[in-house]
Every structure is written in C-alpha cells, then in structure tokens.
C-alpha cells in the first residue's frame, strides 16, 4: 500500500474508531450484526454520512482501490442500498460516471414497477460499491438485479472487506472481483499500532476474524463444532422440536413440502406421494373454502403424516391479540387438534404465545416464530428480530425455533427453517426472493428447507422431491 494511501487510511480509521464508529467487544462479548450474527468487531460506516470531507476522502480511496493492479473500466456505478449510496454518489461526481439506483425494492407504483433506475443501454459495465463486506450477500442481491436489468458486473469495491468469504464467494459463485481499501486485520494493525487496541483484544478479534470465514473456513475450530440433528435432539426439551430432528436423522431429509394447492384432495394425494421424503408439511388451511373445508380429510391427512413419520406445520402466522389467537386455533379450523406446529408473529407480543400454549391443551404442540421474510420489500428491522429471539428465549419450551433467512441463534433447541427455496435462485413474480438448498444450508447454516412450486409445479413431484430432499440433506452433511 502507497505511503499516501496508508497515510489517508491511518487517518480516518482513527477517526471512526474515536467516534464509535468502529468498535471491538471484549474477550465473551459481542455485538448483534445487522444478519443477527454475533461478532466481537462492529463497522459502521454509515457515521461517514455525517462528515462531507471524510466522507470523500473514503470514496476517493475506494476508487484507488479499484483501479490498483486491474485495467476494468467503468460506464457507470452502483451503490449497494442504502448504506453505500453515498460512496457512489461521491464517486460518480469525481469521476464523471453516471449513477445508476438500485432500490431496495421494486417500485409499488408506475408501468414498470422496477427494482434499478437507469437509461443506460444493456451491456454497460457497472462498478458496485458497498461499505462493509462480510460474507457478500448484499453484493450479491445489487450485482443480480443489475445483470438481470441487463448490466455487465465483473466488478466490487469496498472500504472494509471483513475476511469472513464474501471477496472469495463473490469470485468464485459469481465471477464477481472485489477489491477493498483495507481488511479487517490491516484495521487491527492500525488500531494496534496507533495504541487504540490492546495486544489481547486485537489477538482475540482476529482469532474471531479467522475462525468465522463463513464461506471458505473448511474445518470450524472446536469449540465450534457442528452439532448433528441427533445429538441436538437429545438437548432438545419441546416435544416436537425433538421429533422434528428425530425425523430428518432417522430419514434422511431436511426438506418440508409447502403445498399451497387448491384443495384438500389434492394436498392429500401429493402427501402420500413424497411423504417419504420430507420431514414435514406446511398447509395453510384458510386459503380453503369454508364451506368445502371437511375436518374428515384433515385427520386423513393426520393419518398419512402418522403413517409415513412427517410432522403437519400449519402455516396461519397467527398475529392477533391472546384472546383472538385462542379461538382462531381451537375453534374454525380446529388447527390445535390436527397441527404438530404453527407459525406466528410476535408483533403482538408474548401473548400470541401464552394463547398457542393455553389452546394446546394437553397436547404435543409448538410454533415457530417468523423473525424473517423472504419476500421482496417486507418491513422485518434487525430490531424486530432481536426481538422475537428475545420472546423464543423466554418462551423456549413452546417455541421451536424460527423462520428465518439464516441462523440467528445458537442454541441448539431453535431450529431455523427457511422458505423461498429452488434449485436455482432468482425472484418470483410477487416478490417472492428464492434461495438454492446449499446457499440456504451451507452459507447461512439454516436447518430446514421450505420448499413450495418447486415441487408441485414440477411434471414428476416425486422426482422433484427426491432432488430437493439430496440436495438440502448434503449440503448438512457438508457442515459437519
């Protein structure tokens, strides 16, 4: 690294670290990150936003960062939204490039409802701007809808690169190069060597840096070993969470079929076909006709579950108050008599929780809490989700874990099952953001795969299952 560069680096390094931008948790302590990671090392570099002058001396090294050792040029630039906006932004004046918006939905109002705003012709060369890289997902959600607008990507900068897989799966899953101003460790380096830090804490934080590569690491230190579904089973208290792990050892599968069909006769015939190879099913009993509901059919399909050892997940994301909760599972669709588990929000409170417990009576029950959406758009704050992990902790022995984009907790009792899967990933036409078993297993270290129109919208559901089951189930196996 050129002396003037260091220099400027040294420089605002110093000045995040004595504004709290850039913090370090000691040795047993650490912070949330915005994924609901735990990590000792804390980047914000939002606070820049603050700051005109610093601000721009940041974008300015981003931009010599890029242009070191690599001839790429660029028609244009884009800023990961919303926190590497203003980098771009910065960028794009100094340099004369235009500047290209990539929303971080797509417009609910206009003709086009479009995720990226730009007049640019297909083909252009975009250059993709974040701030703080960890394991690249947000890169990677920018550089996908600008090549499916019809960009050309083969290019990210970023002021930090955590060193935790995100430069590594970038170029290796999306032929993506990232280049960065400075690594975590060059920023332990620098506290360290300016007396911010202390030789135990800087050691402690890079040992963190090293051991979490969450991409690339192959072998997880000790104290960090994998659990299986079995021995996680054994500390397990709720009942069905237990059954749930003792089913996906004893068969093989991590994959829950979500039949969103037309009717019950239907959902029965597809559970007797790939009931064999799915841990359970997830219903959503109300989309049915009232009057075509049969409680008969249901218990046939509590039958088949019985028979063919998978678990009912009925779907209604129950979000009222206590009372309302209480009769929207006993009464109606009588959801408490047929259903293993349910789905909730904790919008509400705990009392959607104490109202699922009153309602299950004497029965084995338990819900999963929705702590994240797969759909484009959706309102679910990193508070929220700190939230609801807080009201499963407190309420353990009922919830069994959560539906989520990527693990949030580590204990072993939560399990964490995540919809929007296809063997290919992509988006759907309302939303719906879809993930591949490996990314869903591998990368973010779910447990559980939800799986919808990939199998019944296939020409052989049986076959689609079956590849849907392998996949998600190997990619398990490769984390252990």
């Given at each position: 690294?050129?002396?003037?560069?260091?220099?400027?680096?040294r420089?605002?390094?110093l000045?995040?670290?004595?504004?709290?931008?850039?913090?370090?948790a000691?040795?047993?302590q650490?912070?949330?990150?915005?994924s609901?990671?735990?990590?000792p090392?804390?980047?914000?570099l939002?606070?820049?936003?603050?700051n005109?002058?610093?601000?721009?001396?940041?974008?300015?090294?981003?931009?010599?960062?890029?242009?070191l050792?690599?001839?790429?040029?660029?028609d244009c630039?884009c800023?990961?939204?919303?926190?590497?906006?203003?980098?771009?932004?910065?960028?794009?004046?100094?340099?004369?490039?235009?500047?290209?918006?990539?929303?971080?939905?797509?417009k609910?109002?206009?003709?086009?409802?479009?995720?990226?705003?730009?007049?640019?012709?297909?083909?252009?060369?975009?250059?993709?701007?974040?701030?703080?890289?960890?394991?690249?997902?947000?890169?990677?959600?920018t550089?996908?809808?600008l090549?499916d607008?019809?960009?050309?990507?083969?290019h990210?900068?970023?002021?930090?690169?955590?060193?935790?897989g995100?430069?590594?799966?970038?170029?290796?899953?999306?032929?993506?190069?990232?280049?960065?101003?400075c690594?975590?460790s060059?920023v332990?380096?620098?506290?360290?060597?300016?007396n911010k830090?202390?030789?135990?804490?800087?050691?402690?934080v890079?040992?963190?840096?090293?051991?979490n590569?969450?991409?690339?690491?192959?072998?997880?230190?000790?104290?960090?070993?994998q659990?299986?579904f079995?021995?996680?089973?054994?500390?397990?208290?709720?009942?069905?969470?237990?059954?749930?792990?003792?089913?996906?050892?004893?068969?093989?599968?991590?994959?829950?079929?979500s039949a969103?069909?037309?009717?019950?006769?239907t959902?029965?015939?597809?559970?007797?076909?790939?009931g064999?190879?799915?841990c359970?099913?997830?219903t959503?009993i109300?989309?049915?006709a009232v009057?075509?509901f049969?409680?008969?059919?249901?218990?046939?399909?509590?039958?088949?579950?019985?028979?063919?050892?998978?678990?009912i997940?009925?779907?209604?994301?129950f979000?009222?108050?206590g009372?309302?909760?209480?009769?929207?599972y006993?009464d109606?669709y009588?959801i408490?008599?047929w259903?293993?588990?349910?789905?909730?929000?904790?919008?509400?409170?705990?009392?959607?929780?104490e109202?699922?417990?009153k309602g299950s009576?004497?029965?084995?029950?338990?819900?999963?809490?929705?702590?994240?959406?797969?759909?484009?758009?959706?309102?679910?704050?990193?508070?929220?989700?700190?939230?609801?992990?807080?009201?499963?902790?407190?309420?353990?022995?009922?919830?069994?874990g959560?539906?989520?984009?990527?693990?949030?907790?580590?204990?072993?009792?939560?399990?964490h099952?995540?919809?929007g899967?296809?063997?290919?990933?992509?988006m759907?036409?309302?939303?719906?953001?879809?993930?591949?078993?490996?990314e869903?297993?591998?990368?973010?270290?779910?447990d559980?795969v939800?799986?919808?129109?990939?199998?019944y919208?296939?020409?052989?559901?049986?076959?689609?299952?079956?590849?849907?089951?392998?996949?998600?189930?190997?990619?398990?196996?490769?984390?252990?």
């Amino acid at each position: 690294m050129a002396a003037t560069l260091l220099s400027s680096l040294r420089s605002i390094l110093l000045q995040l670290f004595d504004s709290g931008a850039i913090k370090f948790a000691d040795p047993g302590q650490e912070f949330t990150l915005k994924s609901g990671a735990k990590s000792p090392a804390y980047f914000n570099l939002r606070t820049l936003n603050n700051n005109a002058k610093l601000r721009e001396e940041a974008s300015g090294l981003m931009w010599q960062a890029c242009q070191l050792g690599d001839n790429a040029t660029y028609d244009c630039i884009c800023g990961v939204p919303l926190g590497a906006i203003c980098y771009a932004d910065a960028i794009s004046l100094a340099h004369d490039l235009p500047l290209v918006l990539k929303r971080p939905f797509a417009k609910q109002h206009g003709v086009s409802k479009k995720l990226v705003d730009s007049d640019l012709p297909k083909g252009s060369n975009c250059l993709v701007v974040e701030d703080v890289v960890t394991s690249g997902t947000s890169v990677i959600e920018t550089v996908t809808a600008l090549r499916d607008a019809g960009f050309v990507v083969t290019h990210a900068v970023t002021f930090i690169d955590r060193e935790q897989g995100g430069k590594e799966r970038l170029g290796t899953e999306y032929n993506v190069h990232l280049s960065s101003v400075c690594t975590g460790s060059q920023v332990l380096d620098i506290l360290y060597q300016n007396n911010k830090i202390s030789t135990e804490l800087k050691d402690y934080v890079q040992q963190y840096l090293s051991a979490n590569n969450m991409i690339v690491a192959k072998e997880p230190p000790v104290q960090a070993k994998q659990l299986n579904f079995q021995e996680r089973a054994l500390l397990t208290a709720n009942p069905v969470a237990k059954k749930l792990l003792n089913i996906m050892t004893q068969k093989s599968t991590n994959l829950i079929f979500s039949a969103d069909v037309d009717s019950l006769d239907t959902l029965l015939d597809l559970a007797s076909i790939v009931g064999p190879h799915i841990c359970a099913i997830k219903t959503h009993i109300n989309t049915f006709a009232v009057e075509n509901f049969k409680l008969d059919l249901i218990y046939k399909l509590r039958n088949v579950a019985d028979e063919q050892n998978f678990l009912i997940l009925e779907d209604s994301k129950f979000a009222d108050i206590g009372n309302t909760v209480y009769k929207q599972y006993v009464d109606g669709y009588h959801i408490c008599e047929w259903a293993d588990f349910v789905t909730a929000h904790a919008v509400s409170g705990p009392g959607v929780i104490e109202a699922l417990v009153k309602g299950s009576g004497n029965r084995d029950r338990a819900c999963l809490l929705i702590a994240q959406m797969s759909s484009d758009g959706n309102l679910v704050s990193e508070a929220y989700t700190n939230g609801v992990l807080k009201i499963a902790e407190d309420h353990s022995g009922f919830v069994a874990g959560f539906i989520c984009r990527q693990k949030l907790s580590s204990k072993p009792n939560f399990i964490h099952i995540t919809p929007g899967v296809k063997l290919a990933a992509g988006m759907g036409t309302l939303g719906q953001q879809y993930l591949t078993p490996d990314e869903v297993i591998k990368n973010r270290q779910s447990d559980v795969v939800i799986v919808g129109s990939g199998i019944y919208q296939a020409e052989d559901p049986l076959a689609a299952t079956i590849a849907y089951k392998e996949a998600a189930f190997a990619a398990y196996n490769d984390l252990l």
